[in-house]
């Protein structure tokens, strides 16, 4: 309200709240004479959900944005004088007329205020991929300048921000590490904080949903070759073995490229059987290729995953392909059967026109 001032010759603007919690009052000595202030209106003219104060006098009109938290306000000039008449047409008083009304939208506010969009970000992200980066627009839809500041909630180490500050507009990067977070369905959090002393809807807090689908059981690369010369040192190649989450067991074995190309289907109809001492299909045992050295031959996801792939010491110049065979010994586990073909070329001397001729399984 408007009332009598505290100090001689003054008006007061007097905020009260009985219960005091969560608004104090405030009284707020105004300039006097000429110049009083002669109207008071409560209303939300900036649009954030709250009230402003608006007091009015003959050449501007005040807003207090937050009178709730400080005594901040912004003025607005200009001539206010509207001298209402009475039904004889004489003038009866000197009194400005103020009615608060929000007529388009969410209005314009008069101090900062944060707006960022999207409101939320959504990863959909197969595991090991780091996904594409998402952008948030940071702006402020009010008067002034507001810088900022950004931070992923405590606990994310998947959520990874491609800048901590700026000043809006501005846009801030995003991005998550799938392999980090596992399998599964995760919830993170961004909050963006403007450090403008005043600036309205500060914080904003953008939820942030990581999902990593199963990728079953993994074996990769799927292929590689191995140049091999003679009389020189052992070439290795090194095979990745994986399953997100769960620990799996595993057996492989090295099998010609015309098994390998019938086991899955033997596998499916009971008809073929793995082990670690080789591989059974229609109860007859499949040798191995001599050529095709690998180590280990089992073990669990993921502490023992890495798998090493040579070429056989001794073995003949010549091109070789062959197929080692990963199964997975869960069940449940997608993509429990995988294949990892290799090509070796072993010769006495590789040059630039080197062609191999021959090829041996």
């Known amino acids: 309200m408007l009332r009598d001032p505290v100090d001689a010759g003054k008006v007061s603007l007097l905020q009260v709240n009985p219960a005091n919690v969560p608004v104090p009052g405030h009284e707020i000595a105004l300039e006097p004479g000429f110049y009083s202030w002669k ?49 004889d047409g004489r003038v009866i008083a000197d009194w400005p007329v103020m009615v608060l009304a929000n007529l388009d939208g969410p209005g314009i506010p008069s101090s900062p205020t944060l707006t960022v969009a999207p409101t939320s970000l959504s990863f959909n992200v197969a595991w090991g991929n780091p996904g594409p980066q998402q952008a948030l627009a940071i702006d402020n839809s009010g008067a002034g300048t507001i810088a900022w500041t950004a931070q992923v909630t405590p606990g994310n180490s998947w959520l990874n921000l491609g800048s901590t500050s700026g000043t809006a507009p501005s846009t801030l990067y995003t991005s998550v590490n799938s392999a980090v977070a596992g399998v599964g369905t995760h919830t993170g959090n961004i909050r963006i904080t403007a450090t403008t002393p005043g600036t309205l809807n500060s914080p904003q807090n953008i939820p942030v949903t990581l999902t990593v689908p199963d990728p079953g059981f993994l074996v990769y690369p799927t292929q590689m070759t191995i140049w091999q010369k003679i009389g020189a040192a052992t070439v290795t190649r090194e095979v990745q073995l994986v399953r997100p989450g769960i620990p799996t067991g595993w057996v492989a074995t090295a099998l010609p490229m015309s098994a390998a190309a019938v086991l899955e289907e033997k596998l499916a109809s009971g008809a073929a059987k793995v082990t670690e001492n080789g591989v059974m299909i229609d109860g007859v045992p499949v040798p191995p290729p001599a050529w095709l050295s690998f180590d ?66």
């Open 296 to 361: 280990p031959t089992s073990g669990t996801t993921p502490t023992e995953r890495v798998m090493t792939v040579s070429v056989t010491a001794g073995t003949a110049p010549g091109t070789y392909r062959g197929a080692i065979v990963v199964v997975a010994q869960d069940p449940t586990a997608l993509n429990p059967v995988q294949s990892v073909i290799v090509t070796a070329v072993v010769a006495n001397q590789f040059n630039y026109n080197y062609l191999p001729l021959i090829s041996k399984q």
């Open 39 to 87: 109207q008071v209106r409560a209303g939300d003219v900036n649009g954030d959900g709250r009230d402003e104060i608006v007091i009015l006098r003959s050449d501007r009109f005040r807003v207090y944005p937050q009178l709730w938290q400080n005594e901040s306000y912004t003025d607005f000039p200009g001539s206010y004088r509207l001298p209402p008449t009475g039904y």
